[in-house]
Nanobody, 116 residues
Framework: EVQLVESGGGLVQPGGSLRLSCAASGFTFSSYAMSWVRQAPGKGLEWVSAINSGGGTTSYADSVKGRFTISRDNAKNTMYLQMNSLKPEDTAVYYC?????????WGQGTQVTVSS
């Protein structure tokens, strides 16, 4: 059974930082490109970032480029998203998935709230 468990969200002030984690099980994590996707209140899903299976190639949405860093540790079956210089518009539920995303590979998400 595929499981993706996101963690690390919380309430942070504008300009602050958070590090999200995505723990994967039930599939061969090291064989898949992975992604982070977010959903802001009342809005649709927005792709945030992706990383290839080996971790050497990354890509970012323009809205987070230069502020967020995606990484992975295949030995730990875990992916990360380091988020710096957070803005109120980064407030959303953050999900991890494979890339391209697939049904059945969604976790429960982790809430990130950026507010003073």
């Amino acid at each position: 059974e595929v499981q993706l468990v996101e963690s690390g969200g919380g309430l942070v002030q504008p300009g602050g930082s958070l590090r999200l984690s995505c723990a994967a099980s039930g599939f061969t994590f090291s064989s898949y490109a992975m992604s982070w996707v977010r959903q802001a209140p009342g809005k649709g899903l927005e792709w945030v970032s992706a990383i290839n299976s080996g971790g050497g190639t990354t890509s970012y949405a323009d809205s987070v480029k230069g502020r967020f860093t995606i990484s992975r540790d295949n030995a730990k079956n875990t992916m990360y998203l380091q988020m710096n210089s957070l803005k109120p518009e980064d407030t959303a539920v953050y999900y991890c998935n494979v890339f391209p995303t697939r049904p059945g590979y969604w976790g429960q998400g982790t809430q990130v709230t950026v507010s003073s």
